[in-house]
């Protein structure tokens, strides 16, 4: 467990800055909505059948977070990712806790990504509400061979021994 507590040891030494980092995900989110508009148009105003408007917007974020390991095509073009504290992609539990918060963090209808980017903001280790109950950080991908190196080296050191 002390080795998957080792990403809250690197996330200040990130290469990228907070600031950045909140204008990435905050591409990629804008992407990825885009993409679940289209599948709505494609799939909805054929049939005309609410489910085909509902499905891809609930579907989207957990499918292509497990399925794509972490990714969903926004994050991919922005070179970030979701992983679990261990350095790994994130479990299916800790991406559909995320989904079930980004539907408040990120409501049109509720003030939009705002409350997102504020947790974010405040948050010491850059995460929204979603990552904090997930336990799952969005890092850029070219931090992630450096965490992993990090985790692996504090698996392999010694257990600290009791003072006497």
Known sequence: MLAHLSILLWLPDMEVSR?????????????????IAGLVALLYLPTRQVLAAILPAALYF???????????????????????????????????????????????????GLPAAVV???????????????????IPVSDLARIRQRIAEMED????????
Do not use: Y
Request: glycine content about 6%; some cysteine.
């Open 19 to 35: 600031t950045r980092m909140l204008l990435l995900r905050g591409i990629a989110f804008t992407l990825d909505i885009a993409l």
């Open 62 to 112: 957990p499918l292509c977070e497990w399925l794509l390991r972490g990714f969903t095509p926004g994050k991919w073009i922005c070179r970030i990712r979701v992983i679990a504290p261990n350095g790994e992609p994130p479990h299916l539990t800790q991406v559909l806790i995320r989904s079930a918060f980004r539907l408040v963090e990120t409501n049109p209808f509720l003030l939009g």
């Open 120 to 138: 974010f903001i405040w948050s010491r280790q850059a995460q929204r509400m979603g990552d904090m109950w997930a336990f799952t950080f969005v």
């Open 157 to 164: 050191a010694p257990p600290p021994q009791p003072e006497s």
